[in-house]
């Protein structure tokens, strides 16, 4: 796990200016790499590549930028790649020098070039510079989970693992409109876009090749394809979920430091860290959780408690407290680059801290909502689907069955989304699955009067919403896959952006299990009504793995994330209501052009929902634009 920087001039440049552009990328995301780094330089001084290395496999020699023996190639790779030693066999295991994964994915581009991508199994951004054909070769993992952003400037052209790596290098900041509209919409930005005008981002599963002068075309390597399976039973799927899921964690354990798991209290991580534990029984396991200090609400320290027990596990509990967040909230906007997905990336940060107190690599559980269906949204959809089936006779037709009878037990699940249900039926049950489903997602109808009539353009963001929605690799049968296919291309991006910034702000290398192209790929095949069977959601991960999970975990339904208290903290008053109404009252706040004028910063305050989603948006644009737009942070 790493961090890198480079760049491509069109123009001739000295190797002093190449340098010292070169030191100022990679300082900006030195925290990415405590353990070293390394630059080079070709001799024209017109290629640039930089690396910071958090040392996980292979720390002694597995040094980069790393070159070819010939000199052709030259790479810097920020990731894991989990396979190297299936791979390494595969390209014949003679001639490598080392025995870092960086060397393999060196190896596999030499030998099969672009197409070495469909061979790796991990999680990656990767550039490799030809010096034959002076071109730079560009790619990122299938699901995003390794960052890369790239801009291009009249100097030459820039890519970086994080947006503030390419800052110096703007000739101007401003805010995209664009994105800014997706950020509204969703509190994530679609596609290749970010919030600042001019820097883009490669999407998941994307690699490009770029010649001096030129601005990248990404192409796609690989698509998750909802081919649902009707010819095997429900015992099949289950066993063939076992098998993956167990290969994926053992693969996900490959390292040569201690490796440890967040264990949040759902279904997923609590899952990950035991099965962990099974297959390495021997030896300490630490375990990391973080719990909010104001109140049993904000607190799920129990359920991890629990798994650890049960598991021969050490626990580790960050208390977290309204003074970290006044202390703490502008380095969080400063490590994710831009504010997304809402304000669990505070308490993110705060427990990788405790984290990178102790070891250098953890697993998370984050995708499996997305791929086994884990959101209380599915389950309003479903119940909506059952209401039109039953009036329109259509209640058992098809191989989606879901009755209400089934999902009636399970509605208590939906007592904290009373807003987003009555948005979602604000226009009735009927209408086009696409409408009903931008509907569920569509937050920029819950700002009210906070912003101005032209931040509420959503045309684009609507036009774009339905590509993704009804892509060609999903089948137009099940509601469920488009809506999981939905979150799948936009949400999970996101969520993997907090997972990479805040492990990483601390010198953590997150790892994500669930996120194993071959398990992925297995779980879109599985139909409906055995992945959703009886309305439960993640029916199907709890089943068969029942017997990994403490009772108390398996059969919760109340999981809600990570739920930050900034309501309680507004209402009662104190340092965080001083520091947020100071931020979003300021002459400059009141003067972004997406805010209503003559907005009244206290009716924002007071108005807030229990988890303050908007005012997060709010309080996480205005200190992203103070930083990155203005340049307080430099």
Same mark, same amino acid.
């Given at each position: ?17 190449? !340098?010292?552009?070169?030191? /100022? ?33 292979? *720390? ?44 393999? *994915? ?32 560009? &790619? ?16 030459? !052209?820039?890519? /970086? ?13 401003? *805010?995209?409109?664009?994105?800014? /509209? ?5 509190? !994530? ?14 999407? &998941? ?23 649902? =399976? ?73 359920? &991890? ?53 102790n070891i250098k690599v953890v697993l998370g559980g984050q995708g499996g909502d997305e791929i086994f269906g884990g959101y209380a949204r599915y389950l309003v959809a479903y119940f909506e689907q059952c209401i039109k089936g039953a009036i329109e006779g259509s209640l058992h ?28 039926? /604000? ?52 509601? !469920? ?16 952006? *907090? ?58 339904? =109340? ?76």
């Amino acid at each position: 796990m790493c961090g890198i920087f480079g760049f491509v001039s069109a123009a001739g440049r000295s190797k002093e200016d190449s !340098f010292a552009a070169l030191g /100022a990328g990679m300082e900006r995301i030195r925290h990415r790499g405590p353990d070293g780094s390394g630059s080079w330089v070709s001799a024209d001084g017109r290629v640039a590549l930089g690396h910071v290395r958090l040392a996980i496999i292979d *720390v002694e020699t597995g040094a980069q930028p790393m070159s070819s023996e010939d000199g052709r190639y030259t790479i810097v790779f920020n990731g894991e790649v989990y396979n190297y030693i299936e791979l390494r066999a595969e390209l014949g295991g003679e001639g490598f020098r080392i025995h870092s994964d960086t060397e393999v *994915v060196l190896r596999a581009f030499q030998e099969w070039g672009e197409a070495c991508l469909d061979r790796l199994r991990g999680m990656f951004a990767i550039a490799i510079w030809d010096a034959k054909e002076q071109q730079l070769f560009l &790619a990122r993992d299938r699901f995003g989970i390794k960052p890369l952003y790239w801009a291009n400037t009249p100097e030459g !052209f820039y890519f /970086a693992s994080e947006m503030k790596a390419l800052l110096p290098f703007l000739t101007e900041r401003s *805010v995209s409109a664009d994105a800014l /509209a997706d950020y509204f919409t969703f509190q !994530f930005c679609l596609g290749n876009k970010t919030l600042m005008s001019g820097v883009w981002q490669m999407p &998941a599963a994307h690699y490009a090749v770029v010649a001096p002068g030129q601005t990248p075309s990404p192409r796609k390597y690989w698509e998750v394809h909802y081919d649902i =399976d009707y010819d095997h039973t429900e015992r099949w799927f289950a066993q063939r979920l076992r098998d993956l899921l167990e290969d994926s964690v053992r693969f996900h354990l490959r390292a040569d430091v201690e490796v440890g798991g967040y264990v949040s209290g759902g279904v997923d991580s609590s899952l990950l860290a035991a099965m962990a534990r099974d297959i390495r029984p021997e030896g300490p396991f630490k375990a990391f959780n973080g719990r909010f200090t104001d109140g049993p609400d904000f607190d799920e320290s129990h359920y &991890a408690r629990a798994l650890t027990d049960e598991n021969g596990m050490e626990l580790h509990v960050a208390d977290i407290g309204e003074e970290d967040f006044v202390d703490h909230i502008a380095k969080v906007i400063w490590h994710l680059d831009q504010p997304t997905a809402g304000p669990g990336s505070f308490p993110q940060y705060m427990v990788s801290k405790r984290v990178g107190e102790n070891i250098k690599v953890v697993l998370g559980g984050q995708g499996g909502d997305e791929i086994f269906g884990g959101y209380a949204r599915y389950l309003v959809a479903y119940f909506e689907q059952c209401i039109k089936g039953a009036i329109e006779g259509s209640l058992h037709s098809g191989n989606f069955l879901v009755t209400y009878e089934s999902i009636i037990p399970n509605l208590a699940t939906l007592r904290q989304y009373k807003p987003m249900l009555r948005e979602f039926w /604000a226009s009735g049950l009927f209408g086009e699955r696409d409408e009903r489903y931008w509907r569920l997602v569509n937050r920029a109808n819950t700002f009210g009067g906070i912003l101005a009539p032209e931040a509420m353009d959503q045309r684009g963001t609507f036009e774009e919403f339905k590509g993704i929605f009804w892509g060609s690799n999903v089948g137009k049968e099940s509601y !469920f896959d488009s809506m999981t296919h939905f979150d799948f291309k936009t949400l999970l991006p996101a969520l993997l952006q *907090v997972e990479d910034r805040m492990s990483m702000a601390h010198g953590v290398e997150a790892r994500v299990p669930f996120l194993d192209h071959p398990l992925v790929e297995f779980a879109a095949t599985i139909p409906a009504d055995i992945k959703f069977k009886n309305g439960e959601l993640k029916r199907l991960l709890r089943v068969v793995f029942s017997d990994r999970l403490p009772q108390a975990i398996r059969e919760r339904k =109340d999981k809600m994330g990570f739920p930050v208290p900034l309501n309680l903290w507004l209402k009662r008053g104190g340092r965080a209501r001083d520091l947020i109404g100071d931020l979003l009252g300021s002459e400059r706040a009141r003067s972004r052009s997406y805010l209503r004028e003559g907005m009244s910063i206290d009716s924002v305050l007071d108005s807030q929902s229990v988890y303050g989603r908007n005012l997060w948006a709010l309080l996480g644009l205005e200190l992203w634009h103070r930083q990155f737009v203005d340049g307080d942070a430099g």
